[in-house]
């Protein structure tokens, strides 16, 4: 079994404002840092997750699927939304199920029809 880090929360540039860099210089550095494994887990977008899935596998590195999520925990009413009431959550696929979990919750953030100004969101019960 190898040991060592494995970068869990790399953003590609998908994440608007969160990273410039691009998915196919991704398993350059992790060969250069000896990594086995790194986790993609662009702000409120899988957009990248196939071309990322491809890239990985051909440096021998483990490509790991996930999201961060924007997380509204406003218990009042979830369509009142305030920037206080937003966290950011990291969820990563564990198998195929997990992966058609995180594109289910992409799909409920990017399809709702309100409340729109302060960007895609999950509700608790969503995440459930």
Known sequence: MQTGFIHLRTHSRTSIGASTLRIKQI????AANNMFACALTD??????????????????????????ITLNHHTADPKILRTSALSKLVLLAQNHQGYLNLCELSRIMYMRQDNHHLGPYITFEELA
């Not at 398993?27 to 992790?30: E, R, S």
């Not at 409120?44 to 961060?68: L, R, T």
């Open 27 to 30: 398993p350059d550095l992790c």
């Open 43 to 68: 702000t409120n977008i899988m957009s990248g997750c196939a071309e990322f899935s491809d890239v990985m596998p051909k440096k021998k590195i483990q490509p790991i699927i996930g999201v961060e």
